[in-house]
């Protein structure tokens, strides 16, 4: 039997830690952490030194991590999304993602190269990493998207097929197929808030958190057919 991992504390940060994401660089795996403090850190998780950090003016609240790629998307109290560069064990400069709206969800792709961005105006968006371009507008929610994921094949730029899902205020969750010229919206209606949704590894399956008054359930439905 292996030994169990010892706990170790990450002391560094100022305010309350409220997000967390391991990122793997150069075959190491590190870990991130967003605060209140305005800071997001990088720590290796085996001694709990800091490796590197950010600072910022606005509180930080989310922090998304590639699974390979070594990329960070985090997001801030005042509703930017930013990505920042890595050299080596430092994170450098800042790529702002100039969004339509307040940013309220951000994810990475698993190799790094995309950011799929939740947003108040209504639509989610996806972005090129390196660029900071913007590459597609989801639009079509008639509320706020508050949650959104997505999953990506194919390894070139021109051959990668993108399926999205979106949760928004106005009680639905959208599955996208974004290579279409007109992206196929499939609208899972809920009677409730819908305030987080997953999308599976083989894209089957849609998991969805819904709100019920005071309670908050999970539920799986079929990517289909809602």
Known sequence: LQAPVPSIALQGHTARVNDVAFIEYNNTEYLATASRDGSVRIWD?????TVTSHKGRSSVVKVAASEAGGRLVFTTKNGRAAVP????????RLCILRSGGRVSDARVSRDGSLVLTAESDRTARIWDVKTGELLHVLAGHQGEVNSAAFRVTGKQHKDKKIRVVTASRDRTARIWDVQLQKPRVLGIKSGSRITAAALSPDQRRVALVRRRGPRFEASVVDARTG
């Open 45 to 49: 998780p085996a001694s709990g030194r």
């Open 85 to 92: 560069g890595v050299d080596g064990k430092r994170l450098t």
